[in-house]
Nanobody
């Protein structure tokens, strides 16, 4: 069992920055990849970024050059630094942790970017 707690969402103006954090607890040694997904109203959940235990990173094209994912294995925490935010980044952001055989999800944190 893995529990994920996200923090750092909020309201920001377009062009601003936010940093999301996700702390994992439980059977953390079983976690391989961690990452972030997001879901805007009336849209499907989509990948934002993932990072493997060894540091291999994958970004959605829409956030490349603006968002940075990082991971502190000593703190069992994954971060998402979001810069140059756009109104289309508005969504609920979910942290995820991949284990075998389950994927775990956090409760989500709202990010709202105003124009």
């Amino acid at each position: 069992q893995v529990d994920l707690v996200e923090s750092g969402g909020g309201l920001v103006q377009a062009g601003g920055s936010l940093r999301l954090s996700c702390a994992a607890s439980g059977t953390i040694d079983s976690i391989s990849t961690m990452g972030w997904y997001r879901q805007a109203p009336e849209k499907p959940r989509e990948l934002v970024a993932t990072i493997s235990r060894g540091g291999i990173i994958n970004y959605a094209d829409s956030v490349k050059g603006r968002f940075t994912i990082s991971r502190d294995n000593s703190k069992n925490t994954v971060y998402l630094q979001m810069n140059s935010l756009k109104t289309e980044d508005t969504a609920v952001y979910y942290c995820t942790a991949k284990t075998v055989p389950y994927d775990y999800w956090g409760q989500g944190t709202q990010v709202t970017v105003s124009s």
